[in-house]
DNA sequence: TTATAAAATTAGGTTTGCCTAATTTTATAA
DNA sequence: TTATAAAATTAGGCAAACCTAATTTTATAA
């Protein structure tokens, strides 16, 4: 079994090998992702390594192994199933559920993601808009067209967030976009790409690029 | 905010000062219940002795202070929450939802245990019988009387078991033995205590007298 | 009371997962 | 190409929470 930190490596760098960017797995993103200094990642990347979780090649930089890619779809399976259970049992506000799912995660128990699913009716996305993995590690394919690529005039539902701190939720809250929230887009500034949006057919209101980007929709 | 381990030998602590035998909590008493060396113990009472979570004096052993009391309490509160949950929620056996219980009581986040409570519909007691203490700290008496102190020819319900290890609870299991069931003394046996019970009026079984002293009574 | 056993403590060590500072390697830009 | 910057690595260290082995203190029993 893996410990809690070998846990939270292996989602980051899983993570990070969903980027459509496709950039290359370094050190140094890994430091990033986690918060943690560049020394101490080479340490971790040299543990998961001797535990075949990963394969590591300076060109090339970091990558799951079969055996790793399995461990880290459980960690967020079971992630997003907590997230569903804080959400919809607890009624915690889904800018609030990120971080005690990021403890409960690591939680380990023959079955309980199984039963954590069935009592909460096989849900398949997570209040972030993430697909939830199945017992079999399968998932859905995660939204990727954000706003900022919809074109003006065109009426959009908000479908996943790609940012989930509480920063952004907490604004999307006070602008009241949810999860189905229909966005159209009125307007693009050309200078700095901001968008000017109507929310559920709301009056005008203006986003910045970074925003538009943040918000993923299907 | 303290660790995993102090809050695991915080509640140890605790559990042992709830004994009824009122014995002294010595340093080798804590390694026992924690399964570790009583050299550990040395050093965990030294640094919870700095945070003023117990006082010690070597001949009155260990005692926890006001501050440690609370915190105790609190561990213990989710602990037997989270046993509600696994057990009516996951459908969980009862002698599984100890080990899960024993993870998920170190989750700390503002208002998990009240949201937890609520969402149970606020349970008296755990699935072993046991009082969960109010988000106040306000907690009932534990039962105490067992049934190796009931008369012959005494029918008594089983409030809560004293030994919550999974071996006691499979063997109830197995003799169909729940929270609840009535249990009447046929016979006490001299010479080793052993007990003759009928169980829900169903037929004679023979149960030690340790068996006895295991199951308790209201 | 004194010998013996039990309990507590000390001394020193290990593993995990971090860190800083220094150094080396690799990339990039003039 | 060479200087500079960025990234990766090494070296050494630290705190937490354990451990074993040795020693000291305390209890108990002859
Ligand atoms: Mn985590
Ligand atoms: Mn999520
Ligand atoms: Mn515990
Ligand atoms: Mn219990």
Chains 1, 2 share one sequence.
Do not use: C
């Amino acid at each position: 079994m893996n410990t809690f930190s070998e846990e939270n490596y292996l989602k980051a760098i899983f993570r990070l090998s969903q980027m459509p960017d496709n950039k290359k797995i370094s050190t140094s993103a890994i430091a990033e992702a986690l918060g943690n200094n560049p020394a101490s990642v080479v340490d971790m990347i040299r543990k998961l390594t001797d535990k075949q979780l990963i394969e590591y090649d300076k060109k090339k930089g970091v990558k799951l192994t079969t055996q790793g890619q399995k461990d880290a779809i459980q960690i967020v399976r079971k992630h997003r199933l907590w997230e569903v259970f804080l959400l919809e049992k607890l009624e915690y506000r889904w800018d609030e559920i990120h971080d005690i799912a990021e403890e409960l995660e690591h939680i380990k128990y023959h079955d309980l993601a199984d039963r954590l699913e069935k009592f909460l009716g096989f849900p398949e996305y997570d209040p972030h808009g993430d697909p939830i993995p199945k017992a079999n590690g399968k998932m859905a394919k995660s939204f990727s067209a954000s706003l900022a690529d919809g074109k003006v005039g065109g009426s959009y539902r908000v479908a996943a967030v790609r940012d989930t701190s509480s920063e952004f939720l907490k604004y999307l809250h006070k602008l009241e976009i949810n999860i189905g929230t229909q966005i159209k887009i009125i307007e693009q500034i050309a200078f700095d790409h901001s968008l000017i949006i109507s929310i559920d057919n709301g009056e005008a209101t203006t986003v910045s690029s970074k925003f538009g980007e943040n918000i993923l929709i299907s």
